[in-house]
């Protein structure tokens, strides 16, 4: 369904528990929600508690979710002081969270003097947060990010598609499975080399074969999303690869380090980025646990959780990966409705 103008959705960056959050007016009118839902923010005339309701729910009824600028705010606090802040409301606060309830709830649209004495941001502290639509890569605190739903046009190039795999996935395997089965409509960037070229390799095919001093300039330049070394020769991928297969309007897939996400990150790009983990049965996991205590497997956990933590927000979605067939066939799935369907986007991408 299309979205109606001057609607405001918000992708959650973080997990919101009413009942866990000690400065919220009314825990019961609270809106829980996970990272990675999204919100559509039915008010914002209030500086610090919003009303949203989540989309797909079939509630009908807004909730209170803290405003970006407070929730920034708090983790600006708890940054500073190593926990959580525990913002007592002022004395005359004391009858607020059932006025709140009778009142302010069932008539959306209003906003509550008091609160906004209690919890109003000072102007100082306003300039100092990050603004709405700013990367939340870049953004030093995840509250949320404003999106909109995007949908490619047959004129438009296709989107980049980015794999993030932690350890096992082997998501490089996986690309290049999908690609080989539809090289017409798939693709994977070139990368660069400095190691010499084999008797049965083209370049600009396998790889860009480039001298070091060309390679090292190249990396100074800023050229390249990622590179690194192997046996002693360089290897990279260039932005300008990626660009010359969005050219021949095929669907770039590249699978990377998550750390080069916040480059790949833009408008141009439009990168839908699939996290590919190993699943692990949890008796394997326990069995493991119990005779090799931190070996692969729990290593395997370990490198999932921290990219989870470190850079879910920037995910759309996670791909358990079973076996390679289902995986495989599960990734062409996600790529095909891709091409048909919209997504929720950064609005700064449409803008
Ligand atoms: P080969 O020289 O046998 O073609 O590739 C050897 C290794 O180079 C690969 O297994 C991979 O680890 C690394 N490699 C290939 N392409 C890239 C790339 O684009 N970036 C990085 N960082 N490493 C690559």
Redesign the pocket.
């Known amino acids: 369904t299309p979205l109606k103008n001057n609607q405001v959705y918000m992708r959650a960056l973080f997990d919101y528990i009413p009942l866990e959050d000690k400065a919220t007016p009314c825990q019961e009118a609270g809106l829980p929600f996970k990272r990675g839902d999204i919100l559509q923010v039915v008010t914002q005339d209030d500086p610090t508690w919003w009303q949203a309701k989540r989309v797909g729910d079939s509630n009908l009824r807004a909730g209170l979710i803290p405003s970006k600028q407070f929730q920034e705010r708090r983790l600006a606090y708890r940054m500073k002081m190593g926990t959580l802040p525990n913002p007592k409301s002022p004395k005359k606060s004391l009858c607020k969270p059932l006025v709140f309830c009778f009142f302010f709830l069932p008539i959306c649209g209003l906003t509550v003097a008091g609160l906004r004495r209690s919890f109003r941001l000072s102007r100082k502290d306003r300039q100092g947060s990050s603004g709405e639509g700013s990367d939340p890569g870049e953004s030093e605190f995840l509250t949320y990010e404003e999106v909109t739903r995007y949908q490619q046009r047959p004129n438009e190039r296709p989107r980049l598609v980015v794999l993030i795999g932690s350890l096992g996935a082997r998501i490089n395997e996986l690309k290049q499975r999908v690609i080989a089965e539809n090289p017409h409509r798939y693709a994977v960037a070139v ?3 400095t ?1 010499p070229k084999k008797p049965h390799e083209k370049d600009g095919v ?2 860009h074969f480039v001298t070091k001093q060309q390679f090292d300039a190249d990396v100074l330049n800023n050229k390249f999303i ?3 070394e ?2 002693e ?1 360089q ?3 260039s932005i300008e690869a990626i660009r010359s297969v969005q050219a021949k309007n095929k669907m770039c897939i590249v699978d990377v380090q998550p750390e080069a996400l916040k480059r790949l990150r833009t408008s141009e790009f439009k990168p839908y980025v699939i996290f590919v983990k190993p699943r692990v049965p949890e008796s394997r996991r326990r069995r493991s646990a119990a005779t090799s205590p931190g070996g692969d497997l729990q290593e395997m956990r370990q490198s999932a959780i921290q990219i989870d933590q470190q850079y879910g927000h920037l995910v759309d979605r996670v791909l358990i990966k079973e076996d390679s067939a289902s995986a495989c066939a599960e990734l062409r799935g996600i790529l095909e409705r891709l091409e048909r369907e919209s997504f929720w986007v950064p609005i700064s991408w449409v803008r």
């Open positions: 990368p660069h080399t190691r396998e790889y990622e590179h690194g192997y046996k020769n290897y990279g991928t």
